[in-house]
Every structure is written in structure tokens, then in C-alpha cells.
């Protein structure tokens, strides 16, 4: 291609039939114009037939039919969605899951403040969370690592379709009681 | 007798009326499926997903809003269906792949890029289709999904923008990403070599 040349996207583009009216006059003269154009506009065209050899589709199973209207059937015979239905819960369950980790994280911070030993009023947040590394105590780590953790997973509050189906008891992580002991 | 519109079909689905829905399954069921067979490569799958489809449709019915055209709307509901069930499938094989032994080249992505076809694939496909496919399955799940809705489903690349909620420009770049990397993995067979 020399330096003339229009883009090798346009030229792609031209081939597929995806230009404005006139971008694709434009490039359609120049391709006619130019061989080593022409050439890559026909490689296009090549791929493209290759593509359609590609052809796994077939007819249904022969339940298919019969699947799918009864499975419809059966939706348009539930009762109307009330107050607790499945479309609220899927609204409810992310308000749900960020108070839950709210009051996890107070816990912890809680409990990490106890083990310190500094009690109500000292220090700032940082100071708390902060595992000092001569303190030797294996609780506080613990309590420091499990916050980072819930820090790290704060992103799941923005996948609506896994929070659906969130079973707050279930996903409870084992042992998370002894947290409030 | 004038052929009503999915649009107008779709206002009467949302008042209620089920054989206006039923219709409109008749009329798409086929094009859906097709495309989930192209996304997923399990027949069985396939028709399941297909079912979901229709069934979210159907469960959104008083939520539709005509803002924009009735197949845009299937086909986002479709895509985010089939590249979920990519997503789960291959979560499922890096949980069952195992452990990557020390002088292995890549890890586990690597190794596992692509499903081993399934003996009805096997059956039927020439070794042409079966690199067609391989190349097409390798691309990037996004690109996959313009490739075959551009060239099998035959969507307007305009609509296509509206299924993947992208720009115009965004698709036309998809597209051209995709169909250079199929250039180059199919560059036997776009030579004219492999009958």
C-alpha cells in the first residue's frame, strides 16, 4: 500500500458493506484505482466466503417446541410478583449484602481494637487495621486479613445478576460467628 | 391482512395477550437458536439458552419499553445469556483443569482455548468448518459475538451497537479487530489451500 492509500479499515469496511454513502464512493474509487487496494479488498471478499461455509445450524430437536411453550405456559400461569417475589429480593439483595459487610467490618474493628488492647479513643482508623508486625498476635492478623478480604470483594456488589441469587446464610464464610464472640 | 410488527406485538404482549407472544416465538425462536448453536456449540445447551430467552421476554413483558427495535432488544437479552455461559463453562474447566507441572509452557488458559468438539460436531463438520469454527471460537468473546451477529445473524451493524452497547465506530473497530485475526488464522483457506 503507498501512502496515498486510504486505511486498510475503510478498505475492510467497503467489503462489508459498512460505510457511509460517501466514505464508500470515496474508498470504491480508490480501490478501483489502486491494485494493492484492490487486492486487500479482495482478500476480504475471500475471507468472507470462507466464512460462510460455516453452517451448523439444523433444525430443533423435535421437543423443542412443545419445551418452550410449556415452559412459557407455565410463567404466564404464576401469580403476579408480590412484596417478596424474586424481582424484589434481587433489589433488596445488594442494599442487604453492603449492611451485612458494613456491620462485619465494624465487628472486626471491633475486635481488632480489643486485642489491642488500646480500647475506645485511640488511634485512627489506619492504626487500627494495621497489623504491627512485633506485636506477635495471631487474632489481630487474622481479624486484619479478613477485613482486606471483604475490602477486595466490595466489586461484587456491582454483579446484580450473581447478587440475585446471594444466600446470605449459605455464603456466610464458616466460623464468621466467632467474629462477635 | 397488514404483518404486525415485533413492536406491536411486543405492546400487546405487555397488556396481557399471549398469542401475539406466541407469535413472536414462532417468528425469532429459530434466528435465536441459530445463534446460541454458533456462540455456545451445544446443541442441547443451545436450546436451553434459547428457552431463557424467551422466558426473560416474557417475565420483562410489562417493563418494555419500544425505545428502540424489538430483535436489538432480544439479541442484548441473548448475548449477555451466551457470554455468561461461556463465562461459566470456562470457570468450570479451569476448576477441573489441573495443576500446571513445572516446565509447562502457559498455564491452564493456554493448555485449554477452546472446547473439544462434540461427537455430533465431529460427524458433521468438515475439516474446513472445523477450522472455521476453531478460528471464530478463538476470537475475544465480544468480537465473536459482532462476527456472528454481523455475518450469521445478518444484524445491521447500527443494531448490533444497541445489542453490545457500544458506539457505531466501537462495532466497526470489533468487527475489523476480529475479521484481521480470522485473516490470518484462515489464511489457508482464504489462499484457496485445504479442500
Not at chain 1, 150 to 172: G, K
Not at chain 2, 163 to 188: G, M, T
Request: aromatic share 6%; net charge negative.
Amino acid at each position: 500500500m503507498r501512502n496515498n492509500c486510504v486505511e486498510r479499515e475503510k478498505i475492510f469496511a467497503l467489503a462489508q458493506h459498512l460505510c457511509s454513502g460517501r466514505e464508500e464512493q470515496e474508498v470504491s474509487a480508490h480501490v478501483e484505482a489502486c491494485e494493492s487496494c484492490r487486492s486487500v479488498f479482495q482478500s476480504y471478499q475471500r475471507l468472507d466466503s470462507v466464512l460462510d461455509e460455516w453452517a451448523p445450524t439444523g433444525e430443533p430437536s423435535p421437543w423443542f417446541d412443545a419445551r418452550l411453550r410449556a415452559a412459557v405456559a407455565a410463567q404466564a400461569a404464576r401469580p403476579a410478583p408480590s412484596f417478596w417475589s424474586p424481582s424484589w429480593s434481587r433489589w433488596m439483595a445488594a442494599p442487604a449484602l453492603a449492611a451485612l459487610l458494613l456491620v462485619a467490618t465494624v465487628v472486626v474493628i471491633r475486635n481488632a481494637r480489643v486485642a489491642d488492647g488500646s480500647g475506645a479513643g485511640s488511634g485512627s482508623h489506619g492504626a487500627m487495621v494495621a497489623a504491627k508486625p512485633n506485636a506477635g498476635s495471631a487474632p489481630q492478623a487474622q481479624a486484619a486479613s479478613q477485613e482486606l478480604k471483604m475490602y477486595q470483594n466490595l466489586p461484587v456488589l456491582e454483579d446484580y445478576d450473581m447478587l440475585a441469587d446471594f444466600d446470605v446464610i449459605s455464603e456466610l464464610p464458616k466460623g464468621s460467628h466467632k467474629l462477635a464472640d | 391482512m397488514a404483518i404486525d410488527s415485533d413492536l406491536e406485538l411486543m405492546t400487546r404482549v405487555s397488556r396481557g395477550d399471549t398469542d401475539s407472544f406466541a407469535l413472536l416465538l414462532q417468528r425469532h425462536r429459530s434466528s435465536v437458536l441459530s445463534y446460541f448453536v454458533r456462540m455456545v456449540r451445544d446443541r442441547g445447551l443451545a436450546e436451553d439458552l434459547t428457552q431463557e430467552v424467551f422466558l426473560r421476554v416474557y417475565q420483562a413483558r410489562e417493563r418494555y419499553q419500544p425505545d428502540a427495535r424489538f430483535t436489538t432488544w432480544l439479541y442484548r437479552i441473548a448475548t449477555n445469556i451466551a457470554l455468561n455461559a461461556i463465562r461459566d463453562r470456562k470457570s468450570e474447566k479451569l476448576a477441573d483443569a489441573p495443576e500446571p507441572r513445572d516446565g509447562d509452557e502457559g498455564g491452564v488458559l493456554e493448555r485449554t482455548p477452546d472446547e473439544r468438539p462434540t461427537a455430533e460436531q465431529q460427524m458433521m463438520e468438515s475439516d474446513r468448518q472445523r477450522l472455521i469454527r476453531e478460528a471464530i471460537d478463538g476470537l475475544p468473546e465480544r468480537q465473536k459475538a459482532a462476527v456472528i451477529l454481523h455475518k450469521y445473524q445478518e444484524v445491521d451493524y447500527r443494531q448490533i451497537a444497541g445489542v453490545l452497547k457500544v458506539s457505531e465506530s466501537a462495532v466497526k473497530s470489533l468487527l475489523f479487530r476480529a475479521y484481521e485475526s480470522l485473516r490470518v488464522r484462515l489464511e489457508p483457506l482464504v489462499q484457496g489451500g485445504l479442500v
